[in-house]
């Protein structure tokens, strides 16, 4: 019972809530308690009336959960909410700004949301913070008094839990509450503090997987092993694998050296994946789609990359079980573990080649820790989700191209953004079978495949920004003659910290039998339409991330998942452009018609004045005709009047 002067305490920023018929109000200086800024500004109830209305507050169980409801519902008008404070919902209560002296509790501090003749009390309230759900600000310090959730009707507020006790003291992490409320995009968002509108109610999605801890019993077992069958041993049996040998690593070890893996490397390894508890302090969550804000970025240091490999090289991940590159136990997510690329099946060649790749970055990281190194330099993990632009209402011009040299690697040019052409499960067969441009770059940058940790398959809204990945191996070949031709120094320069290397992981349509019309859909509108914003997605980057204007890109899509190199070479160019880059690297590697016709259709579209728009209008009215060169369909619908164009 509030009553007679007396203040209850619910936790910092609370709303005080009496049970005498008072209603929720504020009051002078001297009777206030629990404001949120710290300004003593919020109340008890005693100290003011809300109005000429008397409000009768009585209790009735939703769900299981004490509620409060107003026996009077007053006259009501739906007013304008304050900054931080929660949009009440299908109910008359009255939350306007209004003078000083009747402001309730704000989030921002500002003081500028007010109960204001209020014919209900507002629908969610602040609390303990063990009690917490929705929270405006982020700090997930939001919740219903007393684990009642204050209802209208019946109707559970957004953002409330229906068991207050199921949060934890810690409600925030990463932006995922650890309880019933968690973040997420769309219809089901409540009205956040930050204008973000990205806290929801429990509906709208169940808390995020946490990344469940390595074994460190591997670790151990593998530790005292002075040869390559006890160290086979040690992993197969208290490893979490299914397969049978590690025949590829031998090979590896074979061609590397024995002699110093054993003696120096492999202690090294186990030190590094058990350190893993020291170094995450926090558990690590799954980051899917329904993640926002700043929960779609993750930032390790080097050091916890490296111990994330070391765990994955022991075979340490528990519920990771390798299956064809995803997990037995939760397929959304990528394989981390190594198991796939040391046994003795799938493409010995290659997965030999990438276990010697691994050995080198082992190596250099051993010599920088000797050396004093802390290896705190950073490596960020972003899953950068964007919507569509109206493509045939932009006026955006299209940007220079430079076609660079036939068999150049895109990886040489490490000062421009760099697309990864991914699979959907970020890296594909890195650490397993795979050998063409996704996987050699990951295997060549190991610190890459730290995002199979965390991301599950992009959706087609989005794409993968990694950046700060160093390239530790140099590789020699191509698919199944892939060959480590060693170590490499990788000479990016570090600005403020941070090594100046990025990536942009963007998945392109697979034709391989997938579709009915075979590589003939992918002319049409809705599947150009899908490439479109697909590179869109992985070409705006953050500007946060400070990545380079110039966009390093080639072949996307157009190898094993048999797509048409010259129509994906003009879906990148419509999208890099809309997404403001500067200009275009392209690298065709082994396709002579854009070597030689792309550069000129490129430079004829621009001296016409074609903008984005023109380009799109033409790629999605599906007037292409499979079977003619698409550079010469170009040439043909924009009268450019370029001859000997290529098949």
């Not at 002319?523 to 899908?530: E, N």
């Amino acid at each position: 019972m509030v009553g007679g002067g007396t203040h209850v305490d619910v936790g910092k920023g609370s709303l005080q809530v009496s049970t005498n018929g008072k209603g929720v109000g504020t009051c002078a200086r001297h009777q206030c308690s629990n404001a949120a800024s710290g300004n003593s500004r919020y109340c008890s109830l005693d100290c003011m009336d809300l109005g000429e209305q008397d409000h009768h507050v009585q209790r009735f169980s939703v769900m299981g959960v004490v509620s409060l409801k107003s026996a009077e519902m007053g006259s009501g008008i739906h007013g304008i909410v304050g900054k931080g404070s929660l949009q009440v919902g299908a109910c008359r209560t009255v939350v306007v700004p209004c003078a000083p002296h009747q402001c309730f509790n704000v989030a921002s501090g500002s003081s500028s949301g007010c109960i204001f003749e209020c014919g209900d009390l507002a629908e969610v309230v602040p609390c303990a913070r063990r009690q917490c759900s929705n929270a405006a600000s982020g700090t997930s310090r939001y919740c219903s008094l007393d684990c009642v959730d204050l209802a209208v009707g019946g109707a559970l507020a957004q953002g409330c839990a229906p068991v207050c006790s199921s949060f934890a003291e810690a409600a925030c992490v990463q932006g995922y509450p650890s309880g019933n409320v968690a973040t997420c995009v769309g219809d089901g968002c409540s009205n956040a503090g930050d204008g973000s509108s990205q806290y929801c109610s429990i509906s709208c999605m169940e808390a995020p997987s946490v990344v469940a801890a390595p074994v460190l019993k591997v670790a151990e077992h593998a530790r005292g092993a002075t040869n390559w069958g006890s160290l086979e041993k040690a992993i197969l049996k208290n490893g979490c694998t299914q397969v049978r040998d590690l025949q590829c690593l031998h090979m590896a070890l074979n061609k590397f050296g024995e002699d110093l893996f054993f003696t120096t490397l492999l202690p090294f390894i186990c030190d590094e994946a058990a350190s893993y508890a020291h170094l995450f302090s926090d558990p690590i969550f799954v980051i899917d789609e329904r993640a926002s804000g700043p929960s779609r970025t993750v930032e390790w240091s080097q050091r916890q990359c490296l111990s994330i490999l070391c765990n994955a090289f022991l075979c340490a991940w528990p519920g990771r079980t390798s299956d064809n590159c995803n997990s037995v136990e939760q397929p959304d997510l990528p394989s981390i573990n190594f198991d796939e690329m040391m046994h003795s099946q799938g493409n010995a060649g290659a997965q030999v080649a990438k276990c010697e790749m691994f050995l080198h970055y082992v190596a250099k990281q051993h010599q920088r820790v000797q050396n004093g190194d802390l290896l705190a330099r950073p490596v960020t993990f972003v899953r950068s989700q964007r919507k569509a632009p109206n493509w045939q209402a932009s006026q955006a011009p299209l940007c220079p191209i430079t076609v660079r040299p036939l068999h150049e690697s895109i990886d040489a040019a490490k000062d421009l953004l760099r697309v990864d052409f991914a699979n959907e499960s970020v890296g594909g067969a890195s650490i397993a079978y795979g050998c063409v441009q996704e996987e050699i770059m990951f295997a060549c940058h190991p610190e890459l495949n730290c995002a199979r940790l965390i991301f599950p398959r992009m959706r087609e809204n989005e794409a993968f920004i990694l950046c700060g990945a160093e390239q530790f191996a140099e590789p020699a070949g191509y698919a199944f003659s892939l060959t480590c031709a060693g170590p490499y120094e990788d000479k990016s320069p570090v600005v403020n910290g941070r090594l100046r290397s990025f990536v942009t992981a963007i998945d392109a349509m697979d034709y391989r039998g997938h579709y009915a019309q075979g590589t003939n859909g992918q002319y049409s509108r809705s599947f150009v339409d899908r490439e479109l914003q697909k590179a869109f997605a992985g070409f705006a980057v953050p500007k946060t991330l400070d990545a380079p204007s110039t966009l390093g890109t080639g072949n996307w899509g157009a190898g094993a998942f048999l797509g048409d190199a010259s129509l994906k070479a003009l879906v990148q160019w419509a999208a890099a452009s809309e997404a403001g880059l500067v200009d275009i690297h392209y690298f065709p590697f082994d396709n002579e018609v854009l070597h030689r016709d792309l550069q000129r259709i490129s430079e004829g579209l621009i001296a016409k004045g074609t903008t984005v728009r023109a380009l799109c209008a033409w790629l999605l009215n599906g007037s292409m005709q499979p079977g003619v060169p698409v550079l010469k369909q170009v040439n043909d619908a924009f009268q450019l009047g370029l001859e000997e164009l290529g098949a």
